[in-house]
């Protein structure tokens, strides 16, 4: 009778296991973005407030776009067996370029955008071109970038610089109902990165580059080109987001990057999203789902008024438990020189 009963406990757990084992990594972020929409819900109401009111709604999109350009970015980066720790800095000088150029006049808005997203693209590319012609790591690339960087902004600029004019302002001001016009220019930037990664050859190559870079050369794959190119399109998606936020703020700040945190962050959306650090695996869809997470964890948080502090710890859990699930989807029993006839199978993303 024991036997029987722990027989029938053990089926369903079976059951949910083989569930899981189907779902891609881009499903199951979206399925743990659900149950954070279930369970913030139930706490905001608890503070007399509504989770989905019109204002809710379009506080956690506006937080999903800054990261979210610099997230997209970053999961171009990670494809291809980069890293890019500069996209912090990078958005607080794009913020200051944007500011400055721009003087509170409206007729000189194309130009500071040009000026900032132009200069953000030689940064990707420098960054680029040491990653994939020195053959430095890019860890250690964009660390050295970064420095320097942020060395600059701290010797030139002591306080906010620069102010943007009504018009650009009301880019980070305005929405579609409550979609902000930001989220929509962000979604569209993540559509487009999309298109390419499977639409164009670039794309293609930059899935195999960082699948098995040794691989992709012996195929006649350009290993530079797409290290290049992704790169490249980081850092100016770092830009933008440096545009957003002097869009939101009026000014250009030298700190508005770092203390978002947004090099890590990103990272931290692309890993919650499935894209594998070693690179080769992973979708922007499910980035946009990692970032869609977050937000919610922070507008929550922010609602419930929880120390501020105690955000890191929570997204530090969030984390953990995702790598942690990610990896136990991989199956892998012992080869059969060992004596068990077993074989290694990996379930794909």
Known sequence: MTTTSSATRAKPAAQAGAFFARLSSTQIVYLVALLVLIAGSILVATTGRSFFSPGNISAILTGTSVLGFVAIGQTLVILVGSLDLSVSYVTSLASLIGAGVMANQSGNVPAAVALAL?????????????????????????????????????TNYKGSFGQAPLSFRLI?????????ISTLIMLACAALVLLMLHRTRIGHHIYAVGGNRDVARMSGVRVPGAVITAHVICSVLAGMAGLLLASRLGVGSPTVGTQGGYDLLSIAAVVLGGTLLAGGKGSVVGTLGGVLIFAMLDNIM??????????????GVVIVVAVAVYARRTI??????????????EIQP
Do not use: C, E, W
């Open 118 to 154: 132009g200069i953000s693209a030689v940064i990707g590319l420098i960054n680029g071109l040491i990653v994939a012609g020195l053959k430095v790591h890019g860890f250690i690339a964009t660390l050295g970038m970064g420095l320097i960087i942020s060395g600059y902004l701290a």
């Open 172 to 180: 980070g001001a305005t929405g579609l109902g409550p979609v902000p």
């Open 302 to 315: 922010s609602v419930l008024q929880i120390n501020p502090f105690m955000k890191d710890v929570v997204r």
């Open 332 to 345: 892998v029993t012992r080869p059969p020189r060992f004596g068990h006839g077993g074989h290694q199978q």
